[in-house]
């Protein structure tokens, strides 16, 4: 896996690369995430690229870009939009830009999921509001770095 | 609900303006958030702690944001299983806690003309009380369409 510091925008927002990661619709995954949110049949769950969003290198990746802040990520919006579906039991890479904007002070990953020949499969967004947390004793508490 | 007529290759296109009934999920409990964390990835344990929840000021534990959009999967499948979503967005305006359920509505918005033409329906996600947890919008196309 490659990572990648863009450089930082001029406006103040910093950004991140991650990828390409492999990643796969291991069909056990797939089913244990359809189970979860009621669904049936079987088809990959549009929502499943969720369970990649959650990839420690990430996870990691947003640690890193707030910086010790201490805060709650609130899940704003999110979205998916698809070229071609996602099968079972298959191979695809992703890649992910994290940006983060203190104005906002908002995060949004963007990540594209492809098949291993580069066909596009799905671009998927998602924007989390952060919320300062500074109360004593918070799992979410972070200390700040020196 | 009264399907329009077929307009191409036999596909038939909802009208502006139906809506589907509304479907019932949950209650979602703390085995299904927990299943769902699970499943996704995603262990915040704000959605699995009530003193953390608590220590938040929430009054129990929010199911994820994730698990409320997932919904709007099966609840669209079981109105028209005959099409494909291509796009799902959603915004989430509220916290849903733990031990309630949610009900999903959808009302068709739009026919974007094209081949083949593409649906656009409005979804809500309401909560207990009746609050309005998260609004969505779903693009869809008649099934086995070549994108």
């Avoid at chain 1, 510091?5 to 390409?20: F, N, S």
């Avoid at chain 1, 499969?121 to 947390?133: A, D, G, Q, S």
């Avoid at chain 2, 307009?7 to 703390?30: H, K, M, N, R």
């Avoid at chain 2, 079981?78 to 799902?88: N, Q, T």
């Amino acid at each position: 896996m490659q990572e990648t510091l863009e450089p930082t925008p001029a406006d103040g927002r910093a950004g991140r690369r991650i990828g390409p990661i492999p990643v796969r619709t291991t069909a056990a995954d797939v089913e244990a995430f359809r189970a979860s949110i009621f669904g049936a049949g079987a088809a990959v769950p549009l929502t499943f690229p969720m369970r990649w969003l959650a990839l420690p290198a990430i996870a990691a990746a947003v640690a890193e870009l707030l910086q010790g802040a201490d805060w709650i990520p609130v899940h704003e919006a999110q979205s998916f939009d698809y070229d071609r579906p996602l099968t079972m039991d298959e191979n695809y890479v992703m890649t992910v830009d994290i940006e983060a904007s203190p104005a906002s002070p908002r995060l949004t990953l963007k990540a594209s999921i492809a098949t291993p020949r580069a066909e596009l499969c799905v671009r998927v967004e998602t924007v989390l509001r952060l919320i300062p947390f500074k109360q004593e004793g918070s799992p979410f508490r972070r200390e700040a770095s020196a | 609900m009264t399907p329009a007529p077929a307009s191409q290759e036999g596909a038939i296109y909802p009208a502006i303006g139906d809506t589907f009934p509304v479907l019932t999920f949950g209650p979602i409990d703390a085995s299904r958030v927990t299943a769902y964390a699970a499943a996704s990835g995603d262990t915040n344990p704000l959605h699995l702690d009530p003193a953390v929840a608590q220590s938040a000021g929430l009054p129990a534990p929010p199911i994820h944001g994730m698990l409320m959009m997932g919904c709007f999967e099966p609840a669209l499948r079981e109105w028209r299983a005959d099409l494909c979503v291509i796009r799902l967005s959603t915004k989430f305006l509220r916290p849903v806690f733990s031990g309630t359920a949610i009900e999903i509505s959808g009302r068709v918005v739009q026919l974007r003309d094209g081949q083949p033409k593409k649906i656009v329906v409005r979804l809500m996600a309401h909560g207990a009380g009746g609050d309005l947890a998260a609004v969505g919008e779903a693009l869809l196309v008649p099934a086995n369409t070549e994108l």
